[in-house]
């Protein structure tokens, strides 16, 4: 089987897209600097030797070149995701997430692999005019990291362009499930479930009207093993559940299940997030046999009961 390589394949969604591959029978490398990610969320499968594991980072084009040796095809998780990190170092993000994508790009078009699949972010559209997303909907970014994002997006469709690559973009929505964990940037479900668990007051940002896109990280790791195996390149592909849900609405699911009666604080909106956003999955259902499987709810009692304490 062909050897992939999973970028940032230690972390919270590589790991999972990680777990699909080696079931589903490919060689996998994974090259993480473990800044955010963790060896415990592929341990079972480096102790049964069905994935080699190199620390580096993608900054270093060295190492990069290095870590491409037999690989066919690459799935590219490795990113500063934060939006808010990005904000206070917006330089950071650019080094990171463009500097280091340029050095996979360069390293891959040289050894000539077969996919790259590129992992970027709903946020390249921002405040988007009319819902819901498409992949024709006009860019516009209003983070660093949205924009770092985007321009990732058009390295790769350019290289695809020149004949160098076969790439594909996926944008990934507001993912969620397993593994994700907790800290001053993490998503707003893990941290509601904290909150909730603690029976300490949920904040939200804004008056909780705002729409996210929650698709669960299974799904998303479904999507990209259909998009490693295509025959289609150059093209964008959104990754989502395609059903909007208001944080009110995520909020009083969680402690629901949870089964507490905190109360709900609301706080200014944060720079940089944007209102309302949900996907039009059709054009990956279309083509890559893209389905979104797991409901929201379902996602979430699972994510509750089987991390009680790790959460």
Request: glycine residues 10%; positive net charge; hydrophobic residues 40%.
């Amino acid at each position: 089987m062909a050897k992939v390589l999973v970028t940032g394949g230690a972390g919270f969604i590589g790991s999972h897209v990680v777990d699909r591959l080696v079931t589903e029978g490919f060689d996998v490398r994974v090259i993480d600097d473990l800044s955010n990610g963790r060896l415990e969320n592929i341990q079972g499968h480096l102790n049964s030797g069905k994935v080699e594991f190199v620390k580096g980072n993608i900054c270093d084009p060295a190492f990069v070149t290095k870590s491409l040796k037999d690989v066919s095809s690459v799935a590219h998780f490795a990113a500063l995701i934060s939006v808010p990190l990005s904000i206070k170092n917006p330089k950071t993000t650019f080094d990171i997430n463009l500097g280091g994508t340029l050095n996979l790009l360069r390293a891959s078009s040289k050894t000539r692999i077969d996919k790259f699949v590129f992992i970027s972010s709903c946020a390249v559209c921002g405040d988007p005019q009319s819902l819901p997303v498409t992949e024709e909907t006009p860019a516009n970014p209003i983070s660093p990291y949205a924009e770092s994002k985007l321009l990732g997006e058009r390295y790769c469709l350019g290289f695809g362009e020149r004949g160098l690559l076969n790439p594909i973009i996926l944008r990934f929505f507001n993912v969620y499930g397993p593994r994700q964990g907790i800290n001053d940037y993490s998503g707003v479900i893990t941290r509601f479930i904290e909150m909730a668990r603690k029976k300490l007051p949920l904040t939200i940002y804004g008056d909780g009207l705002q729409t996210r896109d929650f698709v669960n990280v299974d799904d998303i790791a479904q999507g990209v093993s259909a998009a490693i195996k295509t025959s289609i390149a150059n093209e964008v592909f959104n990754i989502g559940s395609g059903k909007p849900t208001t944080i009110n609405e995520l909020a009083q699911t969680i402690l629901s299940l949870v089964g507490v009666d905190a109360t709900i604080q609301y706080l200014a909106a944060r720079s940089g997030d944007i209102r309302d956003s949900y996907a039009d999955v059709s054009k990956a259902g279309r083509l890559l046999g893209y389905k979104s499987q797991v409901s929201l709810k379902k996602g979430l009692k699972t994510l509750i009961d089987t991390e009680r304490v790790s959460i």
